[in-house]
């Protein structure tokens, strides 16, 4: 989460703060529409934080658990609605439109799973320079990227190569800096060894939270089945009506 | 005979490069929408895309709101065009030139941007009507952009298709138009009688055929809606995009339908209109 600590001061850290921060403060914040992928982390954020952590959530989809809990998401959702950014009427499409929402100061916290997100944005001078990034108490979200070969590729040997450089250190120091991709490494720094580990231990910035910290916090995501029904049933329940 | 030889041979590259990327791309979307993808192991033909894009409520909501936008950009962009190109003819060449063909160089994805920049709640216009003291804060200011009117998209689209209809209507006025004005002019014709009956009659063809060009482009156009346009309910071609982008490929044949359903609207809207113009003309 992001916030601008010259308008906020203590910024909500959890989704039961938060409906009390947008009662206080209504228009100051939204969250992309789901599917936008941002916004679909959002309301598993939600789901996580409301309805029992992610432990449920790795297991395959479970219909009944999913009845039972889901409508807690949606009712904190459709609760906070009319206090959000033009009264919940639109939402943002992608995290990129909610940055400039929050750069234009029309609200005052954003969020995105880029943990280098908010320093980038300070250095270019498009964030305020008050921004800071902050975790939810839940922890944070993250999740892998994968590389795939398709089964039908034509140079499966090259592809392999390509995908051991990026696992390699070298690839990964340069894909998690500031003025790289800016996320988090997955290889475990512990287990590298110690010349080998350079950079991935660094902090980004003042608005940026140490790289040890976001790796502590991670919790993963839920599995996709869930994911698809949260996100068909907040266009169903909360964007339509 | 040589002379039909030689119409062919020259249209034969325009029509060519239509043929290929036109039509087959047309093909390629109808054959996926009725779910035929060998890729992802899908060899059955069946109807079911669009059994299913036109029992769901949101398809109709998006058509609506698709007629809605296209309709009112256009009938707006004609009426103004009309009246400008008017006023404008009897100018030296040299200011209508600037004028009109400024913003028809301009992309709309930039006429967008550019739009949004002056009248979002945070934009020039907000600001600027704050510090005349016209409006307390900036955020006061009407929300013109992701709203329930769809005020932002109908505004870029007036700004962007008025001077292309306008030279349109303006080619033909400074045709013929100028000398049967003057002849009726001599008979004794009023103002409005010179219009309706000398002018009018001249420049409509160009009218028609410029206003169905700007009816079909935004009934199908996808940038501008995606930018500035509400979450829910969109136009048709955001509505397909979003099928299309959906993370199941299984979804793909939707997304195809909904695009071929759009071809299909188009071309009927063409046809309605054409005849109506052709039946008027003979009126």
Redesign the interface.
């Given at each position: 989460m992001i916030y601008d600590s010259a308008k906020v001061e203590d910024p909500p850290k959890n989704m039961e703060e938060l409906q009390e921060w947008t009662e206080e403060n209504p228009g100051r914040f939204t969250y992309p529409a789901p599917p936008d992928f941002t916004g679909n982390a959002f309301i598993e954020q939600a789901l996580y934080d409301l309805a029992g952590g992610p432990e449920a959530y790795q297991k395959p989809f479970d219909e009944a658990v999913f009845a039972e809990n889901s409508p807690e998401v949606y009712e904190f959702v459709n609760g906070i609605e009319p206090n959000l950014w033009r009264e919940g009427e639109t939402y943002p499409e992608s995290s990129a439109k909610l940055d400039e929402l929050y750069q234009n100061g029309e609200v005052h916290l954003s969020m995105g799973y880029n943990p280098q997100l908010a320093q980038r944005q300070v250095d270019k001078g498009l964030f305020p320079e008050s921004t800071r990034t902050y975790l939810l108490e839940g922890g944070t979200l993250s999740n892998t990227h994968y590389v795939a070969v398709p089964f039908n590729s034509p140079n499966k040997a090259g592809a392999q190569v390509v995908a051991n450089f990026l696992q390699g250190p070298e690839a990964q120091i340069a894909k998690q800096g500031p003025e790289g991709w800016g996320d988090l490494t997955t290889l475990d720094v512990d287990r590298l060894p110690a010349d080998a580990r350079g950079a991935l231990t660094e902090t980004g910035g003042r608005a940026a939270l140490p790289a040890d910290v976001l790796q502590k916090n991670r919790v993963p995501e839920a599995r996709s089945e869930w994911l698809l029904q949260l996100e068909d049933g907040w266009q169903e329940k909360v964007l339509k009506e | 005979m040589g002379g039909r030889l030689k119409i062919a041979l020259l249209l034969a590259p325009a029509l060519v490069v239509i043929g290929i990327l036109f039509a087959g791309g047309l093909v390629s979307a109808v054959v996926q929408s009725v779910g035929y993808m060998p890729a992802i192991g899908q060899t059955r033909v069946s109807l079911d895309a669009y059994r299913e894009v036109l029992s769901g409520g949101?398809f109709l909501d998006s058509f609506l709101l698709t007629v809605y936008i296209a309709g009112v950009s256009t009938a707006v962009s004609t009426v103004l065009a009309v009246l400008a190109a008017m006023t404008l003819r009897r100018s030296s060449g040299r200011l209508s030139a600037v004028v009109f063909q400024l913003p028809i160089t301009i992309p709309h994805l930039l006429a967008a941007v550019g739009i949004a920049l002056v009248v979002?709640?945070?934009g020039l216009g907000a600001r600027l009507a704050a510090a005349l003291g016209l409006i307390g804060q900036p955020?006061e200011f009407p929300?013109l952009l992701?709203?329930?009117y769809s005020a932002g998209i109908i505004l870029t689209y007036v700004w962007k298709e008025v001077p292309f209809v306008a030279l349109v209507v303006l080619a033909a006025l400074r045709g013929v138009a100028g000398e049967l004005e003057d002849v009726a002019r001599t008979l004794g014709a009023n103002t409005w009688q010179r219009f309706w009956y000398v002018v009018f009659p001249v420049i409509s063809p160009g009218i028609v055929a410029a206003s169905l060009l700007v009816f079909a482009f935004t009934f199908g156009a996808f940038e501008v809606p995606?930018l500035l346009g509400?979450?829910?309910p969109t136009i048709l071609p955001v509505m397909a995009y979003?099928e299309y982008?959906?993370?199941?490929l299984s979804a793909r044949p939707v997304a195809m339908a909904i695009n071929v359903l759009i071809s299909l609207f188009t071309a009927i809207f063409a046809a309605l209109y054409l005849r109506l113009a052709r039946d008027l003309g003979r009126g």
């Open positions: - | 949101d979002s709640q945070t955020r929300a992701y709203d329930r995606y509400r979450t829910y979003n982008k959906d993370v199941e």
